[in-house]
């Protein structure tokens, strides 16, 4: 399968405690986004990244939530002292930086994160 | 505030009957993409549309772009249960920018 792959697929967690999710894109992506969904809403873009450098990063990613991509594959998403509000599903998505405007975004299957 | 809106949020209907999903905007996008999710799983995509008044199908759906490029409308003709799902619009500004979405409900 050379899809994008997300690991953990769920993960539960005390509130307080730090999480890190990991993302595998398409290997000749070197684009990759992250994305934060809440049940029945839409993706909310939350940062991403063109090889290993982050390029933006939304307003919605507070200080508790950290990013890296350090060798231009694979990326995790950290969430520290987890609060729950964090309660949603983080999906990662993949794209070749040439692809043109009609290309689809590659996504993953997501990690759900649950706040107790 | 909202980018994109997207409306019905949420239709549910008999298989068979015909439907239209709205995406709406202030903004103008170079393109506008419309993507399916289902449970547990990741969007995917359905259709890509670039030029203003650009009409695509999709054997029983069909895709329209606004002529200003800021809207765009997804109609399924005859829904199956298989349609069920959540259908999102999404602009490209640089990033991709999703509506909250439209989860349609079909059933036999």
């Known amino acids: 399968d050379t899809g994008v792959s997300q690991d953990p697929r769920h993960k539960i967690t005390k509130r307080g405690q730090n999480v890190t999710f990991r993302c595998d894109p398409i290997?000749?992506?070197?684009?990759l986004y992250w994305y934060r969904q809440t049940l029945g809403q839409g993706p909310e873009f939350l940062t991403y990244?063109?090889?290993?450098?982050?390029?933006?990063k939304s307003r919605l990613l507070s200080d508790r939530f950290s990013a890296e991509r350090p060798k231009g594959s694979f990326s995790t998403l950290e969430i520290q002292r987890t609060e729950q509000g964090d309660s949603a599903m983080y999906l990662c998505?993949?794209?070749?930086?040439?692809?043109?405007?009609?290309?689809?975004?590659?996504f993953g299957n997501g990690t759900r994160l649950t706040v107790t | 505030t909202q980018l994109l809106e997207q409306s019905p949020q949420f239709l549910s209907i008999q298989e068979g009957e015909n439907l239209t999903v709205y995406c709406n905007s202030s903004?103008?996008?170079?393109?506008l993409q419309w993507y399916r999710q289902e449970p547990g799983e990741g969007p995917v995509l359905l259709v890509t549309v670039v030029t203003g008044g650009e009409v695509k199908k999709l054997k029983r759906l069909t895709f329209q772009f606004g002529d200003a490029r800021k809207d765009s409308s997804l109609h399924i003709t005859a829904a199956q249960p298989g349609d069920t799902g959540l259908y999102l619009c999404a602009g490209v500004q640089g990033k991709l920018i999703f509506g909250q979405g439209t989860e349609l409900s079909v059933k036999p």
């Open positions: 990244f063109q090889n290993e450098a982050q390029l933006e």
């Open positions: 903004s103008v996008f170079s393109s």
């Open positions: 290997s000749e992506h070197n684009r």
């Open positions: 998505a993949s794209i070749a930086a040439t692809s043109s405007y009609n290309s689809p975004l590659h």
